[in-house]
């Protein structure tokens, strides 16, 4: 069984890049903790396999599922998380899009819950310029934002913080561990 499962979905390599930075920061916590899947290879039972769930997706065009979870999305219903912590980032452009930014963590975040996942990791939205967001709840985003094209300087920190979050809400290392890895 796969401890952490990171499902990502790119068609360029922004996604892929982030999925891969936070792989790296939980293998610094326990080595071999995650395992990475492209989700256009990516089945269900692959999913299911997992003890948490990370999902990456970029919203394209005006707040559209990335073509490999656009067309993965059907077989979502396939997919029992009942009990499994799931945790969402996603890749926008908020001065380009600031009524539509991340809608597909949105998309994606309301699909896990429907599918019996608890979602973790929800973000602060107070330091992004958007005006609406299928992925925003109150004042939270479902998962991390990640601005590539407008905030690529706060990537890495932002990546670091989030991970930090989710490995304790997802109760697999406290302050200490996380503090020695460097997260």
Do not use: C
């Not at 499994?84 to 380009?96: E, N, P, R, T, Y």
């Not at 949105?106 to 699909?111: Q, R």
């Amino acid at each position: 069984m796969t401890r952490i499962g990171i499902f990502y979905g790119s068609n360029g390599l922004r996604t892929e890049h982030v999925t891969y930075e936070i792989k790296k920061l939980l293998d610094e916590i326990e080595p071999g903790l995650s395992t990475v899947f492209n989700i256009a290879r990516g089945t269900p039972q692959d999913i299911e396999a997992s003890d948490y769930v990370i999902f990456g997706v970029p919203s394209w065009n005006i707040g559209q599922l990335q073509d490999d979870w656009g067309l993965f999305f059907p077989r979502m219903n396939e997919v029992d998380l009942q009990g499994v912590k799931v945790a969402i980032f996603g890749l926008g452009d908020q001065d380009g899009y600031p009524t539509t930014f991340l809608d597909a963590v949105g998309i994606l975040g309301k699909k896990a819950i429907e599918r019996g996942g608890e979602l973790v990791g929800y973000w602060p939205a107070r330091n992004y310029q958007v005006e609406a967001s299928l992925a925003l709840e109150g004042d939270q985003f479902m998962g991390l934002a990640i601005d590539e094209d407008s905030e690529p300087e706060l990537t890495p920190e932002r990546i670091r913080a989030w991970v930090k979050l989710i490995v304790e809400e997802f109760g697999i290392a406290e302050g200490e561990v996380v503090k020695q890895a460097g997260v």
